[in-house]
């Protein structure tokens, strides 16, 4: 499986950005994904999560409201679509998968369950 992230780039505060995903090498639909982010000398952290079946979503309580995760299965991509943006949304963002997980309804928060990732993409807001 890989995972190509793109989208990322410098914005102003109260701008909008949409990350895209590109999956390869497996069946799309089989598997969790999520995005998470880490801002310089800080952890990763979770940002949005989807189920494989794509019918549960979950968002860390500091981008709900603002940012949405979607997918196109037919095109093998997960979104995510950031508004409102934050200078404290500034970080690299990555895109992950789970393999195919024993419920296809559950949702993944934490980065020990995701089995691939993207190579990151920056964002950057301006105040």
């Known amino acids: 499986v890989q995972l190509q992230a793109s989208g990322g780039g410098l914005v102003q505060a109260g701008g909008s950005l949409r990350l895209s995903c590109v999956f390869s090498g497996g069946t799309f639909s089989h598997y969790a994904m999520g995005w998470f982010r880490q801002a310089p000398g800080k952890e990763r952290e979770f940002v949005a999560a989807?189920?494989?079946?794509?019918?549960?979503?979950a968002y860390d309580d500091s981008v709900k409201g603002r940012f949405t995760i979607s997918r196109t299965v037919a095109a093998n991509t997960v979104y995510l679509r950031m508004n409102s943006l934050r200078p404290e949304d500034t970080a690299v963002y990555y895109c992950?998968?789970?393999?195919?997980?024993?419920?296809?309804?559950?949702?993944?928060?934490?980065?020990?369950?995701?089995?691939?990732w993207g190579q990151g993409t920056l964002v950057t807001v301006s105040s």
């Open positions: 989807m189920s494989s079946r794509g019918d549960k979503i």
């Open positions: 992950a998968a789970k393999n195919p997980p024993y419920s296809v309804h559950d949702y993944y928060t934490n980065t020990q369950s995701y089995d691939y």
